[in-house]
């Protein structure tokens, strides 16, 4: 949540004295555990933010949510007893970029893979990871979002191979209607000493 505070930089601090308004302000679609069918329930309900969610008792919650209300409940007040686990092994790994123009054609949007692709890449080499599965994402202008994903029968062997299957993936969808907003690179099905071992599966072409 709070990388969406300071994009295309995408990083931001929430300290414990800016908690309660952070999440007073915060629009409940971006409440975890929150999706898009809970999130339309709560907004016929009136409740836009984390401030209408506060104010509705744990009764009322717990009567139009069942089990879930109690979660409501508590994370509107920024109460989570879920331990924090800081060594769990990696399952992804991934860059984005939001640009400050629309992109179109689709060299321009190839041209931004590059970069995406080779941050990657550093990532895993630094952990000695690699992965068969790529991610495609892509944001349009009007924030709707897809994915495209392609896994391979072996591991990826480096940024250049990355590129050139997020590049074909992102060919695929062009020519487009609207201009691309964000695009990211993903890298799953891992393997390596800082990750969960990937299950053999076919791949999808």
């Not at 004295?17 to 409940?28: I, K, S």
């Not at 299957?165 to 062009?174: T, W």
Request: glycine content about 8%; proline content about 6%; overall charge positive.
């Amino acid at each position: 949540m709070a990388s969406d505070l300071n994009k295309p930089n995408g990083q931001a601090v929430i300290t414990p004295r800016m908690g309660p308004e952070f999440v007073a302000n915060l629009p409940v679609k971006k409440f975890h555990g929150v999706g898009p069918a809970t999130a339309a329930k709560l907004q016929r309900l009136g409740i836009e933010t984390g401030a209408d969610l506060r104010e509705k008792p744990l009764t009322f919650l717990q009567e139009n949510f069942g089990k879930s209300g109690s979660w409501y409940y508590r994370i509107a007040r920024g109460i989570d007893d879920r331990p924090v686990q800081p060594n769990r092994p990696r399952k992804s790994i991934g860059a984005e970029d939001t640009f400050a123009a629309d992109i179109f054609d689709l060299d321009g949007a190839r041209a931004e893979l590059v970069p995406l692709a080779e941050k990657v890449w550093r990532h895993c080499e630094a952990k000695e990871i690699s992965g068969r599965t790529v991610t495609l994402k892509v944001k349009f202008a009007d924030f709707q979002q897809i994915t495209r994903s392609r896994t391979l029968p072996k591991l990826i062997g480096g940024a250049d191979e990355m590129i050139e299957v997020s590049q074909s993936m992102l060919a695929d969808i062009f020519p487009l209607e609207k201009g691309i907003r964000l695009l990211g690179v993903t890298l799953s099905s891992l393997n390596g000493k800082d990750s969960v071992p990937a299950v053999d599966q076919l791949a999808l072409f």
